[in-house]
């Protein structure tokens, strides 16, 4: 997504990433069944520094509000992940709550 089009590669981003984790997640809640320690560290540093790039060229783009901070994405992004994990919703109403999260990063 880093060479895909700056207009669209954050969002698909962080809907990639919000889909993806309900696989993710089954295997670190068995990890941490397990007693196996689950520490992110680099992991996320990296995608801070994954998201700070597509966040300005989706700002660049126009298609991103120039008041959304990275630190507001990555709390969002971590919370809608949490809570589409632990309450185990359905793929259309992950959807439809990234779509509308989505949304409000769009200017106005």
Not at 28 to 50: K, R, Y
Not at 54 to 67: F, I, K, M, P
Not at 90 to 104: G, Y
């Amino acid at each position: 997504m880093a060479g895909g089009d700056p207009a669209t590669a954050f969002f698909e981003y962080f809907t990639f990433l919000v889909g993806s984790s309900a696989g993710a997640g089954a295997v670190v809640s068995l990890l941490a069944d397990e007693g196996t320690p689950i520490e992110p560290g680099e992991q996320i540093m990296a995608l801070d520094h994954v998201f700070a790039r597509l966040l300005d060229g989706a700002r660049e783009a126009g298609t991103v509000r120039a008041d959304v901070r990275l630190d507001e994405v990555m709390a969002l992004l971590t919370a809608v992940t949490h809570g589409a994990l632990a309450a185990g919703w359905p793929d259309d109403l992950r959807h439809r709550t990234v779509n509308l999260l989505l949304d409000a990063f769009r200017p106005r």
